[in-house]
T-cell receptor, first 115, second 111 residues
Framework: DSGVTQTPKHLITATGQRVTLRCSPR?????VYWYQQSLDQGLQFLIQ???????AKGNILERFSAQQFPDLHSELNLSSLELGDSALYFC??????????????FGPGTRLTVL | TQLLEQSPQFLSIQEGENLTVYCNSS?????LQWYRQEPGEGPVLLVT?????EVKKLKRLTFQFGDARKDSSLHITAAQPGDTGLYLC???????????FGKGTRLSVIA
């Protein structure tokens, strides 16, 4: 158990819909990262928040958005869903800003299926 | 184009055998990490290497960072069924950039 929690574990929805994925970081961790894992693309970095502020952005689609709240939990919002958005979505947290010595702890993931 | 190429993609071996998996790039990385991911779980960090030529050992696992900091390898001695999983390498191009992951090597160790 990494200490990072993600809900829900599974999500099945239809194309065009909007969903929200939730992540609670480990106690004391200030950074939250979101990743998407698919069979063809592998694990891809989407976005990072540090203490409530956006810190780094990866290949995140405009239909996707995220935020980190004052209690440090984070939500990833996916809208206008397409079949290709079906994937595993992971949240990770770390103590600091994300330098190499700052270990990222991954949650168990949310499996999103878009039908 | 994948920034980090891992090989082989799949590997199935008998318990007790040795194996090496590779992580290669044409880019220079400030650091490289190796993770293991089991089904239904998130990746777990095994090691971080930051110096060219660095070798780190974790029990039966030996990690090496290439001299030019463009590649890395993971060697497992006397593999056990518990080593089964997806091994991912990830790198940071500079000290402050997000991690880039390879697609992984899926290892199966048969008892």
């Amino acid at each position: 158990d990494s200490g990072v929690t993600q809900t829900p574990k599974h999500l099945i929805t239809a194309t065009g819909q909007r969903v929200t994925l939730r992540c609670s970081p480990r106690s004391g961790d200030l950074s939250v990262y979101w990743y998407q894992q698919s069979l063809d693309q592998g694990l891809q970095f989407l976005i990072q928040y540090y203490n409530g502020e956006e810190r780094a952005k990866g290949n995140i689609l405009e239909r996707f958005s995220a935020q980190q709240f004052p209690d440090l939990h984070s939500e990833l919002n996916l809208s206008s869903l397409e079949l290709g958005d079906s994937a595993l979505y992971f949240c990770a947290s770390s103590r600091g800003t994300g330098i190499p010595t700052d270990t990222q702890y991954f949650g168990p993931g949310t499996r999103l299926t878009v039908l | 184009t994948q920034l980090l190429e891992q090989s082989p993609q799949f590997l199935s071996i008998q318990e007790g055998e040795n194996l090496t998996v590779y992580c290669n790039s044409s880019s220079v990385f400030s650091s490289l990490q190796w993770y293991r991911q089991e089904p239904g779980e998130g990746p777990v960090l095994l090691v971080t290497v930051v110096t060219g030529g660095e070798v780190k050992k974790l029990k039966r696992l030996t990690f090496q960072f290439g001299d030019a900091r463009k590649d890395s390898s993971l060697h497992i001695t006397a593999a056990q069924p518990g080593d089964t999983g997806l091994y991912l390498c990830a790198g940071s191009l500079t000290g402050n950039t997000p991690l880039v992951f390879g697609k992984g090597t899926r290892l199966s160790v048969i008892a």
